[in-house]
């Protein structure tokens, strides 16, 4: 069993910075892929961003890609999310999630979530 706490979320204009962390429970961190999704009212969850359990292999979602990254600090049971000029649409409740095995874009196939954080972006 993994438990994820997510923080960092908050009210941030236009243009500005934020960033998000997971921790992990339990002494296996670095065997889960790590995600990260947002999710706002009437959609879908959208994937952000994933890394695998070594840190050695990323994937962003072209939404974000080149605004945000991905990392993460196995010795601190830690995954980050690094958002840079964030926008009003990157408002949403951003889900942090792990899985035994590889990485996914399909929110289904992650194994544990986080209760989420949210993020308002105001323009």
């Known amino acids: 069993q993994v438990q994820l706490v997510e923080s960092g979320g908050g009210l941030v204009q236009a243009g500005g910075s934020l960033r998000l962390a997971c921790a992990a429970s339990?002494?296996?961190?670095?065997?889960?892929?790590m995600g990260w999704f947002r999710h706002t009212p009437g959609k879908e969850y959208e994937f952000v961003g994933a890394?695998?359990?070594?840190?050695?292999?990323?994937n962003i979602a072209d939404s974000v890609k080149g605004r945000f990254t991905i990392s993460r600090d196995n010795a601190k049971n830690t995954v980050y999310l690094q958002m840079n000029s964030l926008k009003p649409e990157d408002t949403a409740v951003y889900f942090c999630?792990?899985?035994?095995?590889?990485?996914?874009?399909?929110?289904?196939?992650?194994?544990?979530w986080g209760q989420g954080t949210q993020v308002t972006v105001s323009s």
């Open positions: 999630s792990a899985n035994s095995g590889t990485y996914y874009s399909n929110p289904n196939y992650w194994d544990y």
């Open positions: 339990g002494r296996t961190f670095s065997r889960y892929a």
């Open positions: 890394i695998s359990g070594s840190g050695s292999s990323t």
